[in-house]
């Protein structure tokens, strides 16, 4: 008898039982702990079904909770029956009902052997710990815990507080130095022992009674003080995602465990039958492994990790929405906004679609309905035109209309009527490009057969609601590719700017235009401002429009199409 297995099971007891006779089967008694939360009649019935194994034994039971001082209580019960029960053992195996061997047993016995001074305990001190995860380092040493962290949240994190003003600080122990790990060892009897049965060994537990999380320390840091040879990591297989929580086993990582050449896992599924029926099975013909390996595998974790926490460019899921700042990319393409064209130009959007081979649609955030391209009423993803499923949420509507469309370049028209426009979310995305001829929401109402009173009053309401989308597109949070004329600058020389639209949304292969769309007529419009002027409105987002019909005439491009010679 090499190896003493000690398995914490508090569920499962069936997988529980299967695993308990795997290992007595090929020489290694075990010690079993039930947590004591469980009702005597499963408690009664586990007993029961283990009473023809001989090398079995059931130990004093403690009620253990997540960061309790119980998980420590009953690895030391357990430990005490394995060294008075079975006295030729030289290594005790931690384990939990959740735990599942891996390779032969022969081998980890084999393995121990070879080692008889070794202990496998992961221990490191608090400094050099990267994985504590959403906790305290340090401080779950020097303060008090008498309060659940996962039952009483609220009263442990004001406890912690009330300390920390009053800086509270618990003395350590003489000699000893906190030490951190993983709760899952294979300790040698004498180091075991030595810690089980030390004269001071009241002092010690009084004072990791109040740590915080002690079966990641208790043994930890008291191994330090008793053993001669410590090898720090752990012989279980034991992953955590990056909250904190530990990575379950499923059938499908049955490859994946084999690659790992460790000893032991957990957690596994109690469901998963192909990973029982796989590796509880005869050693004959077993795969010789090599030496426990579990980083082996660390980049398939990485790489689940990463896909939990980052997710799919420009897609939402459960783990990371709705944290704002988590998206992996806030689109999954590039898309382009147009402000003031589809007012200035006759045509513009027809002339778009035809130049960059896009789709382009309206103003897809018209307080109306959603201007899709063609006067589609639903789009592809089975989004509707309606304003009200549309504003629910307009950043998740956008979102899917890139995402659905994929393979195609989305270009649409907005302006200050727009109110529901997620102008913040087009600013901070990367994938937006963005051109505007500010004060171009003017014409229509230039045009329009209004009284006066009325057009002054919905110019002055458009213009402040342009002057925060012009404030939201020029702030130093602002990432997307952003171009803003003003109304009198962008007629005096049309062509370029156009040129430089169409050369960033068309193919590789661009060419200079020999058309440019049809400008409206704005004979008057400088005038038109003047008026409102007179009105006491200063319309100041056109930038500077003569008043003068002569010298609108001179500014006034041609009515026919541009062509370049």
Known sequence: MSVGILM?????????????????????????????????????KFVKALEDVPDVRFCKRHKCEWGDWGLVAASQSAGETMLAEFPDVRHIYLSSGSCLPLRPVQELQDYLKARPRTDFIESATTADVPWTVGGLDAERFTLHFPFSWKKHRFLFDKWVDIQRFLRVKRKIPNGVVPHMGSQWWCLTRQT???ILQDPDRETFDRYF??????????????????????????????????QGKPHIFYDDHLQLLRRSDCFVARKIWPHANRLYDGFLRSPEGAIKMSEPNPAKIDRIFAKAVERRTKGRTGLYMQSRYPNEGWENGMTFGRYSIFQGFTELFEDFEPWLARATGSRVHGHLF????????????????????????????????????????????????TGPRDEGAPVWFFAKDPNAQVSVISGAWA??????????????????????????????????????????????????????????????????????????????????FGQFLQNLKNQGMHPYLMGDFPVSQEDTDQKKPPRKPYLVQ
């Open 366 to 413: 018209a307080p109306e309905r959603a201007e899709f391209e063609g006067g589609q009423r639903v789009i592809n993803g089975a989004l509707s035109d309606a304003p009200k499923n549309r504003d629910y949420n307009s950043i998740a509507f956008l979102t899917n209309l890139i995402w659905n469309t994929r393979g195609e370049r989305q270009c649409f028209q």
């Open 443 to 524: 014409i229509p109402l230039f045009k329009s057969n209004l009284n006066f009173a009325d057009i002054r009053k919905e110019a002055a309401r458009l213009q402040k609601l342009e002057n925060d989308q012009l404030y939201a597109l020029r702030s130093p949070y602002a990432k997307a590719r952003v171009r803003i004329w003003t109304l009198a600058e962008f007629i005096e020389a049309p062509m370029e700017p156009l040129q430089t639209i169409i050369d960033e949304i068309g193919p590789e292969k661009t060419r200079r235009l020999s058309e440019a769309p049809r400008m409206t007529d704005l004979t008057g």
């Open 209 to 242: 009674k109040r740590v915080w999380i002690p079966d990641e320390s208790y043994f930890q840091t008291l191994v330090r003080l008793y053993s001669s040879n410590i090898e720090s990591r752990s012989l279980t297989l034991s992953k955590f995602d990056f």
């Open 8 to 44: 914490l099971v508090h569920t499962a007891f069936g997988r529980a039982e299967q695993v308990a006779r795997h290992w007595t089967k090929y020489g290694c008694p075990v010690v079993i702990h039930v947590d004591s939360s469980v009702k005597p009649k499963h408690y009664k």
């Open 192 to 194: 075991l022992s030595a």
